[in-house]
């Protein structure tokens, strides 16, 4: 079945150092999302990519989408300690089931 | 309204208890999804309702019932649960393949003892 890999599992930076997530799909997406989960709260939507190669940026938040819409990243610039969290991908297959399938997460801790 | 409403947040129950988790939004959303998330791990899929009828069960055991009482509400009915169960249920709402993405409630953190 549709498999969402995530990397790294933990990040650790000091405050205004950069960050990038990655995810990978065992197969092609139709299109991914990105969620952020504070600690001891729930998943909050950042954003959607659809098209091959898309770019999107939210301020400090930028996000890209790979040519073959099987991967994915997320890259902060400048890290803040409200960054603090665990950032899921989410992919969606090409069938028509329309699954949502998480990515095991990647958890930013900021040191100011 | 932007929310979804899960109540109760917290419950302890016991292995023989029925218990029911509610959830509840007013987007005008006609889909709805329980999740079941473990800590550190990412939330996993239990069921999907699309336009208030069942079109994803994702090989739940029968001891979690869902029900869609209407567009608005969607419900978590709980018999008969293992210590093993014990997560953090997370109900969210979306439009029919939306771009906007899923609105995840708070949640409800259930302990089994």
């Known amino acids: 079945g549709q498999q969402v890999m995530q990397i790294p599992q933990y990040q650790h930076v000091q405050e205004g150092e950069d960050f990038t997530t990655y995810c990978n799909s065992s197969?092609?997406?139709?299109?991914i999302q990105w969620y952020k989960q504070r600690p001891g709260g729930h998943p909050v939507f950042l954003i959607q990519?659809?098209?091959?190669?898309e770019v999107k940026k939210q301020k400090r938040l930028t996000f890209q989408f790979g040519e073959a819409k099987k991967n994915s990243s997320l890259h902060i610039t400048a890290t803040q300690t409200t960054d603090v969290g665990t950032y899921f991908c989410?992919?969606?297959?090409?069938?028509?089931?329309?699954?949502?399938?998480f990515g095991q997460g990647t958890t930013l801790q900021v040191k100011p | 309204d932007t929310e979804v409403t899960q109540t109760p947040k917290h419950l302890v129950m016991g292995m023989t208890n029925k218990k029911s988790l509610k959830c509840e939004q007013h987007?005008?959303?006609?889909?709805m999804y329980w999740y079941k998330q473990k800590a550190k791990k990412p939330p996993e899929l239990m069921f999907v309702?699309?336009?208030?009828?069942?079109?994803i069960n994702e090989s739940v055991p029968s001891r979690f019932s869902p029900e869609c009482p209407n567009s608005s509400l969607l419900n978590l009915h709980l018999h008969a649960l293992q210590p093993e169960d014990s997560a953090l249920y997370l109900c969210?709402?979306?439009?029919?393949?939306?771009?906007?993405?899923?609105?995840f409630g708070s949640g409800t953190r259930l302990t089994v003892v």
């Open positions: 987007m005008g959303h006609r889909a």
């Open positions: 309702y699309s336009y208030e009828k069942l079109s």
């Open positions: 990519l659809v098209k091959s190669g």
């Open positions: 197969t092609t997406l139709s299109n």
């Open positions: 989410a992919g969606r297959g090409s069938s028509n089931t329309g699954k949502l399938i």
């Open positions: 969210a709402s979306s439009q029919y393949r939306s771009p906007i993405g899923y609105t």
